[in-house]
């Protein structure tokens, strides 16, 4: 393996054992640090940051959005506990590198962007690299991708005041739900949503972070 890669790896399980009192994971499932270690995140920086694509930080991907850090990628997907036949939806694809990771570990991800350019541009990426499993598409995510729903998990990449009601609403029951929530629009906590077999949902604050904003247009 790759020394860099190496590095990005002990970095990610080093922060792992600190932040277990928040996650209550003191360390991820072998098969995500497998998937961290086979996505190459130089493939989805731009040329020009390529020297710092395994540093432990998220790096702008122009648009004013940003490549979140390996760490957060890897957290968000080992708490989302993919089986293999899961339909993951994601909110936000920006680069396609949370994308991509996410596709290593279930059956199919729909990704959602905003912004065109970066969406046509992570499409191409995505399937220039092999990830077959990754259908893109250019909308708001506040609205879901309901042709799609249910799914068995959902992640969103971007920060939101609250969770946006159609997401909720596509998450099958048993499902999992990760995203940044912005308390009082300032500080922003991950937060882990869980539904039962009865619809009914349960929400988890967990580690502060700091997330571009979810734009809802
Ligand atoms: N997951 C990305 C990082 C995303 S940064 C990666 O691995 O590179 C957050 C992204 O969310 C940005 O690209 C931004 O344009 C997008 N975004 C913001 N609001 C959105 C919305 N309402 N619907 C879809 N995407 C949105």
Same mark, same amino acid.
């Not at 990610?12 to 098969?31: N, P, W």
């Given at each position: 393996m790759n020394a860099d890669i190496k590095r990005m790896l002990e970095t990610?399980?080093?922060? =792992?054992?600190?932040? =277990?009192?928040?996650?209550?994971? /003191?360390?991820? /499932?072998?098969?995500?640090?497998?998937a961290m270690a086979e996505v190459n995140r130089a493939d989805f920086v731009p040329q020009v940051a390529h020297s710092q694509a395994f540093t432990n930080s998220p790096l702008a991907i122009g648009y004013g959005q940003t490549i979140s850090q390996p760490f957060i990628v890897a957290l968000m997907t080992d708490l989302l506990d993919l089986s293999p036949d899961d339909r993951v939806l994601e909110v936000g694809t920006g680069s396609g590198y949370q994308a991509a990771v996410l596709a290593k570990l279930a059956r199919q991800v729909y990704s959602i962007e905003r912004i065109e350019s970066l969406q046509e541009s992570a499409a191409s990426r995505l399937n220039q690299h092999g990830f077959y499993n990754v259908s893109c598409r250019h909308s708001n995510g506040y609205e879901g991708w309901p042709e799609q729903a249910p799914f068995d998990a959902i992640i969103v990449t971007a920060a939101s005041a609250s969770v946006p009601p159609a997401l909720l609403e596509q998450l099958k029951p048993g499902g999992r739900m990760i995203l940044p929530l912005a308390e009082n629009g300032l500080y922003q906590q991950l937060t882990l949503i869980t539904k039962n077999a009865q619809g009914e949902t349960e929400s988890k604050p967990l580690l502060a972070v700091s997330f571009v904003p979810l734009i809802d247009d």
């Open positions: 990610i399980r080093q922060e =792992a054992r600190l932040t =277990a009192v928040y996650t209550g994971r /003191a360390q991820f /499932a072998d098969k995500v640090m497998s």
